[in-house]
T-cell receptor, first 115, second 114 residues
Framework: EAGVAQSPRYKIIEKRQSVAFWCNPI?????LYWYQQILGQGPKLLIQ????????DSQLPKDRFSAERLKGVDSTLKIQPAKLEDSAVYLC?????????????FGEGSWLTVV | AQSVTQLGSHVSVSEGALVLLRCNYSSSVPPYLFWYVQYPNQGLQLLLK??????LVKGINGFEAEFKKSETSFHLTKPSAHMSDAAEYFCAVSDLSGGFKTIFGAGTRLFVKA
């Protein structure tokens, strides 16, 4: 079974530039998550989708971050304009459903460095 | 709101020694609890989870964790450490009061000495 796919794996951009990350979840998984993991910290949930609807985006900096999940499958996370503090690993994950007992499966992450 | 505290950002053990990684949670309702492991340059992988069945949960790679409601703890243990266990370990909690969000702790990096 294919896992969660993310691209690109690594990206270096200058501040105020834009960047987009793509994610393809495990087939059949209705719930998709984007987490931000800053070096030395645990993952922080940015946004959670159930199919193509947003369940939670309370910690998404909406002035610069946006995400969409068209057709309830693939998802894109965009940052525009980027700031130095956005340097982090962006983890996409998916699960069968949003239930509290569901296992979350993570991709390998997209490493962003803002200089 | 639920939260997770992992005691010790770094833990070092000798190969063959007991591994103990500590996790305390805060939740106003019965929680679901998880341990994930992250190897360098990889995403997180589930080690084990507690979903209100048996309080002693066995996971992959010889790890296990015990849910203790009275202590609000979910510590991770392994009787004998291997070099391959060196990684970062994250405790996580999810419950109804948090709207089904999974909240992760700050992580504990495990070092295994030969």
């Amino acid at each position: 079974e294919a896992g969660v796919a993310q691209s690109p794996r690594y990206k270096i951009i200058e501040k105020r530039q834009s960047v987009a990350f793509w994610c393809n979840p495990i087939s059949g998984h209705a719930t998709l998550y984007w987490y931000q993991q800053i070096l030395g910290q645990g993952p922080k949930l940015l946004i959670q989708f159930q199919n193509n609807g947003v369940v939670d985006d309370s910690q998404l900096p909406k002035d610069r971050f946006s995400a969409e999940r068209l057709k309830g499958v693939d998802s894109t996370l965009k940052i525009q304009p980027a700031k130095l503090e956005d340097s982090a690993v962006y983890l996409c994950a998916s699960s069968l459903g949003p239930g509290t007992g569901n296992t979350i499966y993570f991709g390998e992450g997209s490493w962003l460095t803002v200089v | 709101a639920q939260s997770v505290t992992q005691l010790g950002s770094h833990v070092s053990v000798s190969e063959g020694a007991l591994v103990l990684l500590r996790c305390n949670y805060s939740s106003s309702v019965p929680p679901y609890l998880f341990w994930y492991v992250q190897y360098p340059n990889q995403g997180l992988q589930l080690l084990l989870k507690y979903t209100s069945a048996a309080t002693l949960v066995k996971g992959i790679n010889g790890f296990e964790a015990e849910f203790k409601k009275s202590e609000t703890s979910f510590h991770l243990t392994k009787p004998s450490a291997h070099m391959s266990d060196a990684a970062e370990y994250f405790c996580a909690v999810s419950d109804l009061s948090g709207g089904f969000k999974t909240i992760f702790g700050a992580g504990t990096r495990l070092f295994v000495k030969a």
